[in-house]
């Protein structure tokens, strides 16, 4: 499974900023990556599992932000197409995840 969260955070302010910041950071320590700006991603081993990192970082969404956290399958995930302009990097790829099966 992977969880997908998508924010919008205010940054008008100094202390807009360092709750947006905050909440990166907790992200970050949470186990997710950026897969582009506002949106970070976390392999997770199963739908239980996807909830309860979901949760915990729903609970730290600053009063005046919003997030959305979307859970995929695998398959899902990987039919993901990325379309770049002329101009633009390719995306990193997403580091292999560990299988036990």
Same mark, same amino acid.
């Given at each position: /499974?992977? $969880?997908?969260? /998508?924010?919008?955070?205010?940054? &008008? =302010?100094?202390?807009?900023?360092?709750?947006? *910041?905050?909440?990166?950071?907790?992200?970050?320590?949470?186990?997710? =990556? /950026? /897969?582009? #700006? +506002? $949106? #970070?991603?976390?392999?997770?081993? +199963?739908?239980?599992? *996807?909830?309860?990192? *979901?949760?915990?970082?729903? +609970?730290?969404?600053?009063?005046?932000? &919003?997030?959305?956290?979307? =859970?995929? =399958?695998?398959?899902? %995930?990987?039919?993901? &197409? $990325? %379309?770049?302009?002329?101009?633009? $990097?390719?995306?990193?790829?997403?580091?292999?995840?560990?299988?036990?099966?």
């Amino acid at each position: /499974m992977w $969880v997908i969260a /998508m924010f919008d955070l205010p940054t &008008e =302010t100094p202390q807009a900023r360092k709750r947006y *910041a905050r909440f990166r950071k907790d992200l970050l320590k949470d186990g997710f =990556t /950026m /897969m582009q #700006y +506002s $949106v #970070y991603i976390r392999h997770c081993a +199963s739908f239980e599992n *996807a909830q309860i990192h *979901a949760k915990r970082m729903g +609970s730290q969404v600053p009063a005046e932000g &919003e997030v959305r956290f979307l =859970t995929i =399958t695998d398959k899902q %995930f990987g039919r993901m &197409e $990325v %379309f770049a302009g002329k101009k633009r $990097v390719d995306p990193p790829k997403p580091r292999p995840q560990l299988e036990l099966f």
